[in-house]
């Protein structure tokens, strides 16, 4: 049982978005303020929703705000062609006839043995009814806005509050949350929203088909002396092992040793704490041989990981603890680590089955490290997450995973196929794209895009981050291309200094411009740059020829 497609609507930048999961890892790249952070904080808010959890005002895409101001202040009366509108979020589940079924049997829509899909829809919405009640609502604040304006003094600060400012504070009031199974039509291959299960309605939880956990950017690490992430983190890891029963030798066993610690430390304690236990016993209200007090040991197996136990590296036959580490270190250890705290979440106690479908979120991983760090960890974290969710009494789960990252490193060592790119597509959304999708845009010469596969992989990662591309042939223009960027931005600056004019546009070497040796190859290059979209300059060398086989003058081209 897998994800294979997640539809959000109106969150941030997505606002009409859609992202193909691949079975086992996803990798979503992207230049900054693209929507890789939105895509994470959606699933949590909507599959981990909490009172810490909560929708914004500004979680709105900017053209949904628009769109709820255009309802409120020009009144749609025909309740039979309202939609609900809001947050969406629907995933796309598909299984087979090899999965366990008794979960998802409750919120299945099509018993047609060829349709094996559900859909499941999370939704914070405005209905009808509501939108009703937002308009009167409104329209009393704003005539006491109004009152307020008037009686306000010349010398104080006039502003007036809007309907934004508004729906900033009271948008919980309108916008409800819907939790549905919405009917898959396998003729159109999409969901039809007309026809759902009301989840909430029937009691139904969803926490036995999905168990969604994350890693954010944002990880705990440093290498303060103060700092003992990675030694509370093992704790955390025992926490979740014992809850499972597993390794229940070792588990025992150091209970154990506790226990037999517990009564040698009684026994000094008795010593140590004598005289301040007779001084107590001189107080009134304690009869002779009353209420006794005595100190004894009691370490608890939890605590004492958390609070004694420290994580050590070895160098140069020296142990050394773990704040020692660089940044680099530490946050790959971390994640690891933090890995195992989750896949153990994963698992569930022992008396729960692990959900049909585990999904786990790493955010940016490459935070603090290295390239060759980078490499490593792309080539090792497939492996490592491939094992899924398997208990030693033989219940298992899937596990799928998607990782976003800035990183051209990871992405020169990841599989082509699993990689989605994500661009603007306009100021206020973005799209996805597959790029083995590239392959049907090659079919007339695969050679071609085998090729474009490999260089990606191995050379220019890179270019999938960058606003713009200049695709040179070598190393002289290589050499040249940033000595003349920087030799046109000082002429540039010296100009409007003469002329005492402003240069609004940013110096070229300010630009995220990613410049690429594509040597004779450049036409290859045509189909891949219209794929995801950035403007490119093309500029190949005087060894060009034209159709009579004579040499060209130099060639620049602009996409």
Request: glycine share 4%; with cysteine.
């Amino acid at each position: 049982m897998k994800i294979n497609k997640i539809k959000i609507e109106n969150f941030r930048l997505l606002k009409n978005f859609q992202l193909d999961i691949e079975n086992e890892l996803s990798l979503v790249i992207g230049k900054n303020n693209c929507g890789k952070t939105s895509l994470l904080a959606v699933l949590d808010k909507f599959l981990n929703q909490s009172d810490k959890n909560k929708f914004s005002f500004d979680d709105f895409n900017v053209d949904f705000k628009n769109e709820i101001k255009a309802l409120v202040e020009n009144p749609l009366e025909d309740v039979a062609v309202f939609k609900q509108k809001g947050i969406k979020l629907k995933l796309f589940i598909e299984y087979n006839e090899e999965d366990d079924l008794s979960n998802i049997s409750r919120v299945m829509m099509d018993l047609d043995p060829n349709n094996n899909f559900i859909v499941l829809g999370f939704e914070y919405v405005l209905d009808f009814e509501k939108l009703k009640k937002l308009r009167i609502d409104y329209n009393d604040f704003e005539k006491r806005e109004a009152i307020k304006f008037k009686k306000k003094k010349d010398d104080e600060p006039k502003s007036f509050k809007d309907l934004i400012y508004f729906l900033k504070a009271n948008h919980q009031d309108y916008f409800t949350f819907a939790k549905k199974s919405i009917e898959f039509d396998l003729s159109t291959n999409e969901e039809n929203e007309l026809n759902f299960i009301d989840l909430i309605k029937e009691k139904i939880s969803i926490k036995e088909i999905i168990n969604f956990k994350f890693i954010s950017a944002k990880r705990e690490v440093s290498n303060k002396e103060v700092d003992k992430t990675l030694s509370i983190q093992t704790s955390k890891i025992y926490k979740k092992t014992e809850a499972s029963d597993e390794q229940q030798e070792a588990i025992d066993d150091f209970k154990d040793k506790l226990s037999d610690t517990d009564f040698v430390l009684s026994d000094i304690y008795s010593n140590l704490f004598k005289n301040v236990i007779e001084k107590v016993k001189t107080f009134g209200g304690i009869k002779k041989d009353d209420s006794i007090i005595e100190i004894i040991s009691t370490l608890q197996h939890r605590e004492l990981l958390e609070g004694n136990t420290t994580v050590m590296y070895t160098h140069n036959d020296s142990s050394l603890p773990e704040h020692y580490n660089g940044l680099g270190y530490m946050n790959l250890i971390s994640m690891i680590f933090e890995i195992e705290i989750l896949i153990q979440d994963f698992k569930n106690s022992k008396d729960e089955k692990p959900s049909d479908i585990n999904l786990l979120f790493i955010e940016e991983p490459e935070a603090h490290t290295h390239p060759q760090m980078q490499y490593v960890f792309i080539k090792n974290i497939k492996e490592l997450l491939k094992q899924g969710i398997k208990r030693d009494d033989g219940q298992s789960g899937e596990l799928q995973s998607i990782i976003s990252t800035h990183s051209s490193h990871i992405v020169s060592e990841s599989n082509f196929d699993d990689i989605k790119y994500l661009k603007k597509n306009g100021n206020n959304s973005v799209i996805a794209k597959n790029l083995k999708e590239l392959k049907e845009e090659y079919k007339a010469n695969t050679k071609q895009y085998e090729f474009l596969k490999q260089y990606l992989t191995i050379n220019r990662a890179e270019i999938f981050f960058a606003d713009k591309a200049i695709l040179i042939e070598g190393d002289t223009e290589r050499i040249l291309f940033p000595t003349l960027m920087k030799k046109y931005d000082i002429d540039e600056e010296k100009k409007h200094n003469n002329l005492g004019t402003v240069d609004d546009s940013l110096p070229l070497l300010s630009q995220n411009i990613s410049i690429i040796e594509v040597g004779a190859y450049s036409q290859i290059f045509e189909k891949f740059i219209e794929f995801i979209g950035i403007k490119t300059l093309i500029i190949t060398d005087l060894d060009t020829v034209g159709l009579d086989d004579k040499k060209c003058e130099p060639s620049i081209g602009v996409s």
